[in-house]
């Protein structure tokens, strides 16, 4: 089936089999490998990305669900090589180990603070709740999320 | 040779992870997100039956199947077909018998993912089916039915010291408990993957998930006949290891499709295969007796430990060495006996995990030490540090104890905890609310081993300096780690250095990511070479300044002359490369060992340690039998901390994994022992709404012997996590909890119990 998709603000047209992942797609057809795979089940947000700024795990739906819609990875987050403030503030605060959730878990973090500019302890814990870790405790990650929202506050971009 | 004056110091300074800006912004390419043009994908063709013998194996079907370029079995294997770390027992493609359900019968290698799947379809198998062993009880029957033809008692050891009798006698009060453990998974977010080829010279690259490269090339050369300059293995980066990449996951696999295709191949587990087919934490029965006198001193501790290995030994007696090590805690206990038993079970395959069979030992001691002071009417810290050994005291396993005076600093700042002052009332009737203290012990390295570990440093012209080094970085930050170590020996600013990680064709062999034992043994090596660097330079240095080396000394990356005329490291780099010599220096390090080991033991007893206590704070609801960890303070020593962050990061991961293990995570078999939980949604891990607010601290401790100090933090956080919970549950509700996990179903079943409700089995 033919699609067409903005993938990282560029258009896209292409054509899938009807029962190829949206995750298939980005990782196997669009060379976006920054989105991950960490289960089969739907369980562990890996593989998170923004479909029209609202977060979805991309393992949980087909290619052509996503026609005529926006997607935007991990690496359509950055502006060119100034990295989002969600990025910067992981660094910051060191919020991975292993990195493989990381971009999922910055994805949806990207979601909750769209819709929440300054979310609580809490409301950071049941933001990224559908996100798994099994590296940093995630303490670390919430302390990320606090300081990319912090630097909202601040009126930094 | 003198370091001189550095520019900044490196050691102690928070450093940001070398690769984390590849990971924060999708660019780093795991093995999962390798490609190559022409690739094939390969799949492993497992047992669907748990204890059988194979009569026959029929793959024609498959080979004819469309897009399928190879269907390898046994047949296929020139070399020994074995593998394991300590005892090669496990075939890499089973042949004459399966022992666990989801163990490789064969490897195809097809066009396409769908195509290679699909063919599992052509191969038939009959088997005879044999009993299955569930446990380590049904193992030990008499009329057991045997899973390897030497019986199903894979090791046996004993340790005994003084007289355990009289220390018996002696003792005012004495408790004879038994504790379980069960199986844990390591559930890394990137399952095992690996891409292999067959380059232009005919050696074999293999980019995969692991822990130790040059140890699974040793394996892979010997299971398969690869002559080892014809082998290449990569083990860097990737998602996640935790012990379950340590021993041979896929590598042989891989390098078996490689071998026989002579194309690139990408095989990457699914999570259920992970599950069945990939390693867990052992299952545990402790019988443990232990004596007190009444002024609450140890008289004797008398124990057996039984652990369940699963099909294959692996890591098993390492694991139960370290089981045996910490049964003692560091207390000073004049007569002990200690026996291990290793026991095969039908029950896929244990391994490393992190803390390596110290979580189990420490289950139980820990639960012990707490009933104890309990019965006894003595403050739980007080009674631990009253029985903790001072240095220079002898201990149980008979070798003087070194370094345990960090223990003594972390257990009396643990009785300022802000967790003591905290309201133990519920905010509801049926909450109620415990704090559980806990002290764990986790030896660092190999122990009685001979452990000699290799590291280079390289100086290139342009300016920058290469640390290479096998310990591969799976997230827990060893490549930042080593590179403030270089940073701080050189005095040459982070940004001018680079790693070379994992790559058994640069580095060289500084042993495996494991044992807590990679800062201390490769950063030693690092150390090191960084020393002949500079030896070798020297007269460099003084040859191209025209004095005598006598008269120039080292610092921050150059050789000064007295008179303040200098040279750096970079330009001796380019005279020398212009008279042809190298520029790359190898460094080692022997890991000390104990004075006095012990006949048989492999992995114990050990010459460092790290320590921590763990104070829990848990609310138990009554009503459902949900036990929510509320507080966790963390009071570690680990030596100096090279870097606070990156130790900080790796308290929390263990105690995490360690909160997982104690309460919502175990790894279940059917009755004809198929796993029934391999993914996250039957294998709960924790998330983020089940942890508890975190405080960790350092104390101020040296390792003499360590890299500017350190120990190693790898597994200390997670050994007492449980133990510290289950005494938290028994000053909330009063009941002791000697069996894990706390899952609701088993604390509200023993609440019930209690109550003298009867409740359906
Ligand atoms: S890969 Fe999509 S939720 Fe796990
Ligand atoms: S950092 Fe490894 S899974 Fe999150």
């Keep these: 089936m033919k699609i067409s998709v903005n993938v990282n603000g560029r258009n896209v047209d292409a054509d899938v089999e009807p029962r190829k992942l949206l995750v298939d797609f980005i990782r196997d057809d669009l060379h976006l490998t920054g989105t991950h795979v960490g289960c089969d089940t739907s369980s562990c947000g890996a593989c998170t990305v923004l479909l029209d700024g609202v977060a979805v795990k991309s393992c949980t739906m087909f290619a052509v669900q996503a026609n005529n819609r926006n997607i935007t990875t991990i690496e359509g987050l950055s502006k060119g090589d100034e990295l989002h403030r969600l990025q910067s503030a992981f660094i910051e605060e060191g919020g991975l180990q292993c990195g493989y959730c990381t971009p999922g878990m910055i994805m949806t973090s990207a979601w909750l603070l769209s819709n929440n500019a300054a979310p609580t302890e809490e409301e950071i814990r049941n933001g990224i709740s559908g996100n798994l870790c099994r590296c940093t405790g995630y303490d670390s990650i919430i302390r990320s999320i606090q300081k990319a929202s912090s630097d909202r506050r601040g009126g930094r971009k | 040779m003198s370091e001189g004056q550095l520019i900044y110091s490196a050691i102690g300074s928070s450093s940001q992870r070398v690769d984390i800006r590849e990971k924060v912004d999708g660019s780093l390419k795991y093995f999962t997100d390798m490609k190559m043009d022409g690739m094939l994908y390969g799949v492993v063709f497992r047992s669907t039956v748990t204890h059988a013998r194979i009569r026959s194996m029929d793959v024609t079907k498959a080979i004819s199947m469309p897009g399928i370029r190879a269907v390898l079995t046994s047949r296929d294997i020139k070399g020994m077909n074995a593998y394991g770390v300590i005892v090669p027992d496990a075939p890499v493609l089973a042949y004459d018998k399966v022992r666990f359900y989801g163990e490789p019968l064969a490897l195809i290698a097809g066009d396409t993912l769908e195509q290679a799947e699909a063919a599992k379809d052509g191969i038939k198998v009959d088997y005879e089916p044999l009993p299955v062993i569930r446990n380590i009880d049904e193992a030990l029957k008499n009329d057991a039915p045997l899973i390897h033809n030497n019986g199903n008692i894979a090791r046996s050891m004993k340790v005994e010291r003084g007289d355990l009798a009289r220390g018996f006698k002696d003792s005012y009060l004495v408790l004879d408990r038994d504790y379980r453990t069960h199986m844990q998974k390591h559930m890394f977010l990137e399952t095992e993957a690996g891409l292999g080829y067959l380059d232009e010279k005919g ?428 507080a966790f303070d963390f009071y570690a020593d680990i030596g100096k901390v090279i870097n606070p962050l990156l130790a900080l990061s790796q308290c929390e991961s263990g105690l995490i994994q360690g909160l997982g293990y104690a309460i919502t995570e175990e790894l279940t078999y059917d009755v004809d022992g198929k796993p029934l939980n391999t993914n996250y949604t039957t294998y709960i891990v924790p998330s983020t709404t089940d942890i508890p607010s975190i405080d960790v601290r350092f104390v101020d401790a040296v390792e003499k012997y360590g890299p500017y100090g350190a120990k190693g933090v790898g597994e200390i956080p997670i050994v007492p996590v449980a133990s510290s919970l289950t005494n938290a549950v028994h000053d909330a509700i009063g009941m002791r909890f000697r069996e894990l996990p706390l899952s609701p179903p088993r604390v509200s079943s023993r609440m019930q119990q209690n109550k003298g409700i009867s409740v359906l089995a």
């Excluded at chain 2, 940073?487 to 790693?499: C, D, H, M, S, V």
């Excluded at chain 2, 201390?520 to 020393?531: M, P, Q, R, S, V």
């Excluded at chain 2, 040859?543 to 330009?571: C, H, L, N, W």
């Design chain 2, 203 to 630: 050696v074999i690259n293999i980019f995969v998930s692991g822990q130790g490269a040059h140890s699974y090339k040793g394996q892979i050369t010997r299971a398969l006949e690869i002559p080892p300059d014809k082998l290449r293995i990569v083990n860097y980066p990737e998602g996640g290891a935790f012990g379950g990449k340590d021993d041979v996951t896929i590598q042989i696999l891989l390098t078996l499709l490689v071998m026989k295709t002579k194309k690139p191949v990408k095989l990457v587990l699914t999570r259920e295969e992970s599950g069945a087919g990939g390693y867990h934490r052992h299952a545990s029965l402790i019988h443990l007796k232990t004596g007190v006198s009444k002024d609450g001193r140890f008289m004797a501790n008398k124990a057996h430990i039984l652990l369940d290995t699963g099909a294959y030994v692996s890591f098993g007696p390492s694991v139960l060495d370290t089981a045996m090590e910490v049964i003692n805690g560091k207390y000073r206990i004049p007569n002990i006996s200690v026996e291990g038993t290793l026991v095969y079970t039908n029950n896929g395959f244990s391994s490393a995990f992190r803390g390596f069979g110290a979580p189990q030992g420490n289950f139980a001691i820990e639960n012990m030490v707490d009933e104890l002071a309990y019965e006894l009417k003595m403050d739980p810290i007080d009674f631990r540090l009253l029985n903790l050994l001072q240095e220079g005291e002898i201990n149980s396993f008979g070798n003087p104890e070194r370094d345990t005076m960090g223990a003594h600093v972390a257990l009396t700042e643990a009785k300022g905890s802000r967790l003591w002052k905290i309201s133990k009332k519920g905010s509801l009737p049926w909450i109620k609310v415990g704090l559980g203290v806990s002290f764990g012990v986790k030896g660092v390295g190999y122990g009685p081993v001979k452990d000699v570990s290799y590291a280079a440093v390289e100086v290139i012209p342009s300016g920058l300096v290469k640390a290479f080094f096998s310990n591969a970085d799976y997230g827990q930050g060893i490549n930042t780690g080593h590179l403030q170590i270089v940073a701080q020996k050189l005095g040459i600013p982070f940004e001018n250095l680079r790693t070379v990680n994992a790559d058994t064709a640069e580095c060289p062999d500084t042993g495996s990511s494991d044992a807590s034992r990679s800062t201390f043994t490769g950063g030693n090596a690092l150390i090191n070479a960084c020393d002949q660097l500079i030896e070798v330079m020297k007269p460099e240095a003084a040859r191209m300044m025209k004095v005598q080396p006598t008269e120039i000394s080292y610092a921050d990356g150059k050789f000064t002359f007295k008179e303040g005329s200098e040279v750096s490291i970079f330009d001796i780099a380019s005279f020398m490369a212009k008279e042809g010599k190298g520029t790359k220096f190898i460094g080692s390090f022997e890991m000390p060992r104990v004075a006095k080991p012990i006949e048989g033991m492999i992995e114990a007893p050990r010459f460092s340690n790290a320590y921590g206590v763990l104070l829990s704070l848990v609310e138990v609801n009554e009503l459902t039998g949900l036990v929510k960890a509320k």
